[in-house]
């Protein structure tokens, strides 16, 4: 079973340009999220999306991020325009539902430096 | 909102011998799930092992083990035996019913030869 792909892997750009972050979960995984970890620190929900629908969007910086998920499966992550405080690792993961029983598996992570 | 502490930023221990993580939690609910997730180096998130809150038996996962104190809101993870491919960063996680994780800071965890 082939696991949370994303892309690209790392990425550099300047402060106040833009930058879309792509996630594809697991087949059938109805459930998606959007993880920013900082450095040193544990990862913080940004969105989490039941198939198309939004479901919890309330740690995103609405100002500068967006996050679709059109046909309820791949999604993309957008951030514009970057700011410094946005260097961070990006980590999608999915899960089959919702609920404390579901396992999320996590992808191996977008690492952005915004210099 | 739910808040979870891991107290130790840094731990080592010999391989083979064994090594508690620990961590508490925050949280006025009953029903919840908590979870330990391993991230090596290569930054993929793998969970470990996981603890419904209704279980009073803790989890156990190979060389893997928890002690869940419900009342007190703590729990640790014990590795047995470890191994040098245990060497990782470990996240204690709590998931309330509205299916929100929360993660802790982490522990840094060096297994030395």
């Known amino acids: 079973e082939a696991g949370v792909a994303q892309s690209p892997r790392y990425k550099i750009i300047e402060k106040r340009q833009s930058v879309a972050f792509w996630c594809n979960p697991i087949s059938g995984h109805a459930t998606l999220y959007w993880y920013q970890q900082i450095l040193g620190q544990g990862p913080k929900l940004l969105i989490q999306?039941?198939?198309?629908?939004?479901?919890?969007d309330s740690q995103l910086p609405k100002d500068r991020f967006s996050a679709e998920r059109l046909k309820g499966v791949d999604s993309t992550l957008k951030i514009q325009p970057a700011k410094l405080e946005d260097s961070a690792v990006y980590l999608c993961?999915?899960?089959?539902?919702?609920?404390?029983?579901?396992?999320?598996?996590f992808g191996p992570g977008t690492r952005l430096t915004v210099t | 909102a739910q808040t979870v502490t891991q107290s130790q930023p840094e731990m080592s221990v010999q391989e083979a011998e064994t090594v508690t993580l620990s961590c508490t939690y925050d949280t006025s609910e009953n029903n919840y799930y908590l979870f330990w997730y391993k991230q090596p180096p290569s930054r993929q998130m793998i969970l470990v092992i996981r603890q419904e809150a209704y279980k009073q038996q803790n989890a156990t996962e190979n060389r893997f083990s928890v002690n869940f104190q419900k009342a007190a809101k703590s729990f640790s993870l014990k590795i047995s035996d470890s191994q040098l491919g245990d060497t990782a960063m470990y996240f204690c996680a709590f998931k309330n019913a509205g299916n929100m994780l929360t993660f802790g800071g982490g522990t840094r965890l060096m297994v030395k030869p």
């Open positions: 993961a999915s899960s089959y539902g919702q609920g404390g029983s579901y396992e999320q598996y």
């Open positions: 999306f039941q198939n198309n629908g939004v479901v919890d």
